[in-house]
């Protein structure tokens, strides 16, 4: 018979539950490598020497050389992670407070027109208009 219709009773359960666990386990092995050397390249209080160094171990002997960074550094991990995170949030707070103060105010034709329809009441005399409306185009 064909072995493709036996597939499913020569790959017990216990066989397959150990299969993921092997997946999950090199998954998060990878993902706790990335983030070690993103790690040493996000910290300023490692000087070049010392980055190239931990570099040097964590690609040579990867298993070794994460199991000692997160030893000796993985308490500051975090608060780096955490610094660069608001850092970056910061960041994009002031880019849409840039971004939205002109467009989301008035635009300065609404704003020329605006100030028209003060002076064509008499609220300010031709001068004030006149130096308002060089505020707004410069």
Known sequence: MNGYVYLAYDYPLLGA?????????WVSWFILLFRVIADIFRDD???GWAKTGWLFLTILLPFLGVFVYVLTRGRTMGARERRHLQA?????DQY???T????GGRSDAEELMKLSEIRARGDITEEEFRRAKEKILH
Do not use: D, N
């Open 17 to 25: 539950f150990w299969t993921v666990l092997w997946i999950v386990l």
């Open 88 to 92: 970056r949030q910061e960041a994009f």
């Open 96 to 98: 849409i407070r840039e």
């Open 100 to 103: 939205t103060a002109g467009a």
């Open 45 to 47: 209080s490692l000087s």
